[in-house]
């Protein structure tokens, strides 16, 4: 047999002593690495969804110029679309309106809504009375209009914190002030009256005879004591 040098097709690579017809896989520098995400494939919201989000979540009016640097937009385009947002709203007699105020631009509820939301706040977050503050709701609704001090005297306790708790849940309000001592008068509200299912305040139960006089109480006694 005569010897004769191997001999290999063009374009094949070949490493010394190595198999006949082995071929070597070619030279790479790293690993291939994964496909990066594309952000641009995310579709972008209008403008006017933009705006929307971003209104929802404000604590206070949101100036156009800040709106137009976060968006990316002309300051009049920005503008265009708030008005045509509002304008829509006001139409549409959505319970909310977008109101240009301070600057800025913010949601509110529309005021003929704001008797419900109220009751809702009222309800949802207030639920019940303590009875210290049903006790003191009566005395005021017997014997209104009258002065937290006389309250407190037919009570027996300061009711200075129960007082203001009932003015916040609008079931109490200011009525002018006594003649003699200039203190403040409290009578019981519309809502009072609503919450308990009755026209007027005549229509209470006959329980004001059980109540001692107004007037055979001294209340500048129990101040001074209390």
């Known amino acids: 047999m005569t010897d004769r040098p191997f001999?290999?097709?063009?374009?094949?690579?070949?490493?010394?002593?190595?198999?006949?017809?082995?071929?070597?896989?070619?030279?790479?520098?790293?690993?291939?690495?994964?496909?990066?995400?594309?952000?641009s494939a995310v579709p972008e919201p209008d403008l006017a969804?933009?705006?929307?989000?971003?209104?929802?979540?404000?604590?206070?009016?949101?100036?156009?110029?800040?709106?137009?640097?976060?968006?990316?937009?002309?300051?009049?385009?920005?503008?265009a679309a708030l008005v045509a947002l509002a304008d829509g709203y006001t139409s549409q007699g959505r319970g909310f309106e977008l109101r240009e105020v301070a600057g800025g631009w913010r949601f509110y509820t529309r005021a003929e809504c704001a008797?419900?939301?109220?009751?809702?706040?009222?309800?949802?977050?207030?639920?019940?009375?303590?009875?210290?503050?049903?006790?003191?709701?009566?005395?005021?609704?017997?014997?209104?209009?009258?002065?937290?001090?006389?309250?407190?005297?037919?009570r027996g306790v300061n009711v200075d914190g129960v007082m203001r708790t009932l003015v916040t849940r609008g079931l109490v309000e200011e009525s002018g002030t006594e003649g003699e001592s200039g203190s403040i008068l409290y009578r019981t509200t519309s809502y009072f009256l609503e919450r308990l299912g009755l026209t007027t305040i005549e229509d209470l139960p006959d329980l004001a005879p059980y109540l001692p006089e107004i007037e055979s109480l001294d209340p500048e006694a129990f101040l001074s004591s209390s």
């Open 7 to 39: 001999e290999h097709e063009p374009g094949q690579g070949t490493a010394e002593g190595a198999g006949e017809g082995l071929t070597l896989p070619p030279e790479s520098s790293a690993p291939p690495s994964a496909p990066e995400r594309d952000i």
């Open 115 to 154: 008797g419900v939301v109220e009751r809702f706040v009222l309800d949802g977050q207030q639920a019940r009375l303590t009875q210290a503050a049903l006790e003191t709701l009566a005395v005021v609704a017997y014997r209104q209009p009258v002065s937290r001090a006389r309250v407190s005297a037919v």
């Open 49 to 79: 969804a933009s705006l929307e989000a971003i209104l929802m979540v404000v604590d206070e009016p949101a100036g156009e110029v800040m709106l137009a640097q976060v968006l990316e937009r002309p300051r009049d385009d920005v503008r």
